[in-house]
């Protein structure tokens, strides 16, 4: 830039400083400009120059209008600016002899220096002053020298304005707000804000506006030149969430007012919570036990996003997904009902993260469907283990179930137990009853419970009844013994708890003795007697009774001690229905040895001796089936009782016969061989009867020993004709029996096998005779199976050559 220029203005043309001329010139030339400006001034006073107000703001551009188009037929000469009442020009503009964009431009150094510059176009004129500063205020007057027409003036007062600085807003506690976010604040608060001012001239304007409306334009002088306005918002709402609360601070419309602006942030409560049900809920909205469902839970409208937490009851539920959609914040929950959660609330709360007294919940009263829960409990009135015979007890089912139960049964010992007044058994509600209760009403007892989701059965309670000591097998006991054999007696009683003590005793019809503590042992519910009997006095009756804490026995154990021995030998022992393969075997019972006997009949083939049959009864009647044909067999019947087994009683040679042969021999029968049969029958007759007669005749003459009678024989065993024997005691009582040695009197020697009618006499023969000796012929012969009479199977050789096998007296036939 060349020495005294300018910076450059806009359409422009530079202002050159005039060169330098001699010291007198310039004084002269001063001298003339004051002079002249002086005459100027006073001319401006008297003609009443209008002084015009110019505002600029500090640090800006101040423009001063001239206007060079007053004289329009004239041309400009020379503009000469001036501030106050100063004669000495602070710029120029020199348009001598030049175009008006060819004019030379002069400013003062120290007053605008390159900071003024004087523009032409577009018009009207002006002064432009750069960077205005607050020393640049007064009164500046622009004087414009036509070459013909009179000197123009014009006049301006410049007032410089000084903005303020930035608005400072500060919170209730005092804090300076160096964020643009005001908060954040919850629903409710109060807003308290400062806008704080400092400098500015002329004084500024503070007010707040809030969303860009003004609401506030009060304030007041602090210390110094600080300007404040104090803001209150009362109870901030969801609605003032995002508001700008903005202060400004204005001097002048030069500029823009200075302000801050912030904007409200809030805490919000949601808005929304909602369960929706899983679709796998049926219309009533129940849920099944123990199966898993998924329920979700949205809400919207918190600010930040809301936190979805779930509760049943009052236990927190933690299996639970989130997710965020848009404003939507959503939490799926994955749980299990239970039997307890049935009228429980499940909860969902959505509660914004930061305030925890933000939050909106809502609820669903859950309904869980579930098989009855039953549960059996003795009365709580009664003491388990104090109940005794003849006690009232009842019991307790108690039942839980979702639909309600509409069955309730009882049960003993896995039994139904119904409702039996009778047997004082009795239903009531949800109880049972059992009046005056015995032994057989312990066990265990249970309920079940029955609705639309199952059935239950209830625990299993064990009900205990206790009763006095009682005798465990009914009746008396028949306990035999030899004189001088110790045998010992076991009195077992049932109790409980079980029996304490217990008591024998010895009755024989002439005294009641008590049996020393130290013969006896006890043990338990039983107690062993260990007794021997010497003498016929030492037979009697022995009792024992026991005692617990319910009570003493009512009625004692009785055994009643007889002299025993081996049971005898069954009697009249006969085969009835013999059919192809069975037969009937009935005997009369012998003397029992004093003590209960049972009776067995086993059956032997050829010289065995181990039984292929063994049967046993309580009385002496058998019968044999299922054996083969053309066999022989031995029978034997023993009685049994504690001593041990009598002799047997035996039956020889007893044959079944294959029914094909046998009707083949009875189909070549004619008529003849009937009548044949017939007469050989009645021959055979009477042979039979003429032994038996002589028989009987010997048995007078001889004296039989003595011998302990026996019991009457069993009437049905009365018409038997086919008796036993034993081998080595003939039982005389009987008329009827064909003794083994036939006539005693004989010399002939007795042989091992017996040979009375009981067995058969010869081949044909295979079915005893089951009728008296006396009875006519006709009845006394075998019959068939149909019952018709069988000539063929009477042969009276063969009859006669066994009774001479057996060598009986002349006079016995």
Not at 474 to 495: K, L, T
Not at 527 to 533: E, Q
Not at 611 to 621: D, F, G, K, T, Y
Not at 771 to 784: I, K, Q
């Amino acid at each position: 830039m060349p020495p005294g220029a300018l910076p450059a203005w806009p359409n422009a043309a530079p202002t050159v400083w005039p060169p330098a001329m001699p010291p007198h010139i310039a004084l002269l030339l001063v001298l003339c400009l004051v002079r002249c400006d002086t005459k100027t001034l006073l001319q401006d006073k008297l003609a009443g120059v209008r002084t015009v107000d110019v505002q600029a703001v500090e640090g800006m551009v101040a423009q001063f209008p001239c206007d060079l188009g007053t004289a329009a037929n004239d041309k400009v000469y020379m503009v000469f600016w001036f501030r106050d009442d100063a004669g000495i020009p602070l710029y120029s503009f020199d348009v001598r002899g030049k175009h008006l964009s060819e004019a030379r431009h002069w400013s003062a150094p120290e007053v605008f220096g390159p900071r003024a510059h004087f523009s032409t176009s577009p018009p009207p004129a002006a002064l432009l002053v750069r960077d205005v500063k607050r020393r640049d205020e007064g009164v500046y007057r622009c004087r414009i020298d036509f070459r013909n027409t009179q000197t123009t003036s014009f006049r301006y007062n410049l007032t410089v304005v000084v903005p303020p600085e930035k608005p400072v807003v500060v919170d209730r506690w005092g804090r300076i707000i160096n964020t643009t976010t005001l908060g954040p604040h919850e629903e409710g608060d109060d807003v308290l804000l400062t806008c704080r001012v400092l400098g500015g001239r002329p004084e500024p304007s503070v007010r707040w506006l809030v969303n860009g409306v003004l609401v506030d334009e009060e304030y007041e002088h602090n210390t110094g030149d600080v300007i404040e306005n104090r803001l209150l918002w009362p109870a901030v709402r969801r609605a003032d969430y995002a508001a700008v609360f903005t202060c400004q601070a204005a001097n002048s419309h030069l500029v823009p007012p200075k302000e801050l602006s912030l904007v409200l942030d809030m805490f919000l409560r949601p808005l929304t919570v909602e369960i929706r049900r899983p679709a796998e809920v049926g219309e009533g909205g129940e849920l099944t036990a123990e199966r898993r469902y998924e329920v979700a839970c949205e809400s919207a409208g918190s600010r930040p996003p809301a936190l979805l937490t779930w509760h049943k009851g009052k236990r927190q539920l933690k299996r639970i997904t989130e997710e965020l959609r848009d404003n939507l914040t959503v939490s799926v929950m994955s749980f299990v009902p239970t039997l307890d959660d049935d009228g429980k609330p499940l909860v969902c709360r959505a509660q914004n993260p930061n305030v925890s007294a933000l939050f909106l919940e809502t609820s669903w009263l859950i309904s869980v469907v579930y098989p009855p829960v039953v549960r059996l409990r003795l009365g709580s009135s009664l003491a388990a283990g104090d109940i005794k015979e003849g006690d009232d007890v009842y019991f307790e089912c108690h039942v839980r179930a979702n639909p309600p139960a509409r069955k309730l049964s009882w049960l003993h010992d896995d039994l139904p137990l119904v409702h039996n007044a009778s047997a004082r058994v009795f239903h009531s509600n949800q109880s049972l009853v059992l009046q005056k209760v015995t032994r057989r009403s312990s066990g265990r007892y249970a309920c079940s419970a029955l609705n639309a989701e199952g059935e239950t059965v209830s625990n299993e309670l064990y009900f205990r009844v206790k009763y006095a000591p009682s005798c465990r097998s009914g009746g008396v006991a028949v306990v035999g013994a030899a004189r001088g054999e110790s045998v010992v007696i076991v009195c077992e009683v049932d109790a409980d708890p079980p029996a304490a003590v217990f008591k024998w005793k010895f009755n024989n019809s002439g005294e009641t003795l008590d049996v020393a503590a130290d013969r006896y042992t006890s043990n338990g519910s039983a107690s062993s007697l260990k007794y021997t009997p010497v003498a016929d006095l030492d037979y009697g009756t022995l009792s024992c009774s026991a005692s617990n804490e319910v009570g003493s026995q009512l009625a004692p154990c009785v055994f009643q001690m007889v002299a025993a021995g081996k049971p005898q030998a069954p009697r009249n022992c006969s085969l009835w229905n013999q059919t192809a393969d069975s037969v009937e075997v009935s005997c009369a019972p012998g003397f029992d040895g004093g003590l209960p006997q049972r009776f067995l009949l086993e059956l032997y083939s050829g010289d065995d001796t181990v039984p292929r049959v063994n049967l046993s009864s309580s009385e002496p009647v058998w019968t044999v089936r299922g054996l083969e044909w053309d066999v022989r067999f031995r029978l034997a019947a023993v009685a049994v009782n504690a001593k041990g087994r009598s002799p047997p009683a035996l039956l020889d040679d007893v044959l079944f016969r294959d029914p094909e042969k046998r009707t083949a021999s009875e189909s070549g029968l004619g008529a003849g061989a009937a009548g044949a049969a017939s007469a050989g029958a009645a021959g055979a007759g009477a042979a039979l009867a003429l032994l038996a007669c002589a028989c009987r005749a010997a048995r007078r003459r001889r004296a039989p020993p003595a011998k302990p009678a026996a019991p009457p024989a069993h009437p049905a065993h009365a018409t038997h004709t086919a008796r036993a024997h034993k081998p080595s005691d003939h039982d005389d009582a009987e008329p009827d029996l064909i003794p083994n040695n036939y006539c005693e009197s004989s010399s002939a020697p007795a042989r091992n096998t017996p040979s009375s009618l009981s067995a058969p006499l010869a081949a044909p023969l295979v079915v005893p005779l089951t009728t008296p000796l006396a009875t006519p012929v006709s009845t006394w012969a075998p019959r068939s199976a149909s019952g018709s009479l069988r000539a063929a199977d009477l042969n009276v050789d063969a009859i006669k050559e066994k009774l001479l096998d057996n060598r009986i007296p002349e006079s016995c036939v």
